[in-house]
């Protein structure tokens, strides 16, 4: 795989999730950039033998990591970006019928502020786990290669982040 190939593959994944985990747009470029080089750099070192993307994964988690501690305090994490399009507003412009109304909206809103106040509540390792699982939709195995850390530390931290999450959250919203 050329530094180019690499690049183009990989950069909107390695953005998205920049942004997850920070929770701001300049945070996330600045992560990118340096992730991308780094893989870029890394390149010929990598064996190969395994997924490239999780690989991939792995450089830009630990450069937050990095960034977390060079920063000394943490930014948290926003759960969904208005640019996301997972957002309350999926449905396609054209159809009026289908936009959600000022109440559902209101609503939304008010979940996702109540879902980013919780994740700020997270450990840094929780919230990783958390993003890469249900955001991503990782497997435990490849959460465990791109954290470096055993499987059973994932299942852990994952069961551990659902639960505070879920009691933070309160029943209307588990």
Request: hydrophobic letters at 40%; proline letters at 6%.
């Amino acid at each position: 795989m050329t530094p180019e190939e690499l690049v183009n593959r990989y950069s909107a994944m390695v953005y998205n999730l920049a942004l997850r985990l920070t929770g701001d747009r300049a945070d996330a470029e600045d992560l990118t950039q340096e992730a991308l080089l780094k893989a870029v750099n890394g390149l010929p070192g990598f064996r190969g033998d395994a997924d490239p993307g999780t690989w991939v994964y792995r450089i830009t988690v630990n450069a937050w990591k990095n960034l977390l501690r060079a920063k000394a305090k943490w930014r948290f994490l926003r759960f969904f970006s208005a640019d996301d399009p997972k957002a309350v507003d999926s449905e396609p412009a054209d159809c009026p019928e289908a936009a959600p109304g000022p109440e559902a909206l209101a609503q939304a809103q008010d979940l996702r502020r109540r879902v980013e106040s919780a994740l700020a509540e997270l450990t840094p390792e929780e919230r990783a786990v958390l993003v890469l699982r249900e955001l991503d939709g990782r497997s435990y195995a490849e959460i465990a290669e791109s954290l470096d850390v055993p499987l059973g530390t994932v299942k852990s931290r994952l069961v551990r982040a659902r639960t505070l999450l879920a009691q933070k959250l309160g029943p209307e919203d588990a």
